[in-house]
């Protein structure tokens, strides 16, 4: 049987067995996902029949999440962004894990992290307009009866977002 410890050993191991090839592609998918096998291949200096497989390898074990568009909130009306800490009325691991549910199927969420350090969730949320931010607010949090407190904060220049993860000094 497996424990904890063996669990984030196996994660440590595949971060290891990433090589420079792997994190060169990896990165070149991060700046534009829409480039093809070939294009890669020839930038990284690999075959495009060795792009492909190290591609589907890399998705089977779940370091390729997801392929998606980033899409402008603020273009398809939403321009509303909201960052929200809410506390939990209890910190115990049913409370925990309804939460976490509840948040995983609310659309307008579009990250949620489980925090310590006296809030229970940071939340990150879009709306049409202030009427529906209102809305939101008050379906899922003013009225969920498993927050205790929530703290809004209404975005006012989105500085930065992205989805690219840096890859530090590994390449």
Do not use: W
Not at 94 to 109: L, P, S
Not at 133 to 162: C, M, S, W
Request: aromatic letters at 6%.
């Amino acid at each position: 049987m497996r424990n904890k410890t063996d669990k984030s050993a196996d994660k440590v191991a595949n971060k290891a067995d990433l090589d420079r090839f792997d994190l060169n592609i990896l990165d070149h998918l991060q700046r534009n996902n829409r480039l093809s096998h070939a294009a890669i291949a020839e930038q990284v200096g690999l075959s495009t029949a060795s792009v492909q497989r190290r591609i589907s390898r890399l998705e089977e074990r779940g370091v390729i999440r997801d392929n998606v568009a980033v899409l402008n909130p603020a273009m398809i009306g939403n321009p509303v962004t909201a960052v929200i800490e809410s506390r939990l009325v209890e910190d115990r691991s049913v409370v925990m894990d309804r939460a976490k549910r509840y948040f995983r199927n609310v659309d307008e969420i579009q990250q949620c992290y489980f925090v310590n350090g006296g809030v229970s969730f940071i939340i990150i949320m879009i709306a049409r307009d202030i009427p529906h931010f209102e809305q939101l607010v008050r379906q899922h949090f003013a009225d969920n009866p498993d927050i205790l407190t929530y703290r809004t904060l209404i975005v006012l220049d989105q500085v930065k977002t992205g989805l690219k993860l840096p890859l530090f000094d590994l390449i």
